[in-house]
């Protein structure tokens, strides 16, 4: 038997022998539709794959990094720091934020709502791509098998064709020079040709199975990575700096709409409870150094992961042509 035969599985070597002892190589439209369906089928899953490759591309992911860079950035933190220490000093001293500045932050807060909604949505398509993805290597396989069974069948076929049928008109074209056995013997060269050259054509549609799929892979990978920055951001640093910048502006709001007065008389109270709630200026400028750090750590990996899809692009569209 051949090596393509001793790959397959036994229910795949069944199947092999199924298919050798089928196909007749006298009958040229048998030999030239044996494998057909599977090659077919593998050129439009050549164009489904490279239409999925397009369909997901992460370029405009970039443009929604970008902004929420843009927007971090218009926060700075130094708007909430003071010179005076002690808290009660930094209570009742401080000088307050503007009520332009303060509604300025409000709405970047608004702004980083909307990016964070866009930035889910891209999370949740990227995941969405990869189950297809996986979809798509299981098709890919499924085809790689059966072209495996194929070959290995007419492989089968040409050994014995080769090694029985081929001789016999051969020693009768020798026995019978004049009459039709030297055409005959013609004949069925000419079959066994045209058997090797489908196979061959079943060789080069397996090799794109063999190719495709760590295209496929690089692609769910990086589309996994980008994910996981992405989850890491929205559910994490994003929440954290909001909460920080949102408890600092109601400080400063509470600082405008309070008076003198009225402070004096809760000063403990309010050193309490302020002293547990308030976040300090270094934890917001921390957060915000960490989230731009993340955000811009994405917006790398978004850059290579779209350099990387065009790269399997052109590879695939190089193998289909």
Do not use: C
Request: net charge negative; aromatic share 6%.
């Amino acid at each position: 038997m051949t090596n393509t035969y001793e790959l397959l599985t036994p229910e795949e070597q069944g199947l092999a022998l199924k298919l050798a002892g089928e196909l007749n190589l006298k009958d040229y439209n048998t030999v030239l539709q044996f494998g057909k369906r599977t090659q077919l089928a593998i050129s439009q899953f050549s164009d489904r794959l490279l239409f999925q490759m397009k369909k997901s591309d992460v370029s405009r992911i970039g443009g929604t990094l970008q902004n929420l860079i843009t927007t971090i950035r218009a926060v700075d933190p130094s708007d909430f720091d003071e010179e005076e220490t002690g808290f009660l000093r930094k209570l009742f001293k401080r000088k307050s934020l503007s009520p332009q500045l303060i509604m300025n932050y409000e709405r970047i807060n608004v702004q980083i709502d909307r990016i964070d909604i866009q930035l889910q949505h891209a999370k949740k398509q990227l995941l969405e791509d990869i189950d297809t993805l996986e979809q798509l290597f299981t098709v890919n396989q499924s085809y790689y098998h059966d072209l495996n069974t194929h070959i290995a069948a007419g492989e089968m076929k040409m050994l014995d064709f080769e090694r029985n049928v081929l001789p016999a008109f051969e020693q009768e074209a020798r026995e019978n020079p004049t009459g039709f056995a030297p055409q005959h013997y013609e004949d069925a060269k000419a079959q066994l040709e045209s058997l090797e050259k489908r196979l061959y054509d079943l060789q080069i549609a397996r090799e794109l199975t063999i190719q495709a799929a760590p295209q496929i892979r690089m692609i769910q990978q990086a589309n996994q990575q980008l994910a996981e920055k992405i989850q890491m951001s929205i559910m994490t640093t994003v929440p954290l700096w909001k909460s920080q910048m949102s408890m600092l502006i109601n400080l400063q709001r509470e600082k405008q709409h309070k008076r003198l007065q009225q402070r004096m008389a809760q000063a403990n109270e309010a050193m309490q409870s302020h002293t547990n709630a308030i976040p300090s200026v270094k934890a917001l400028k921390s957060t915000q150094n960490e989230l731009l750090q993340q955000v811009e750590e994405t917006l790398q990996l978004q850059h290579e992961t779209t350099v990387q899809k065009q790269e399997v692009e052109q590879h695939m569209r190089s193998l289909v042509k």
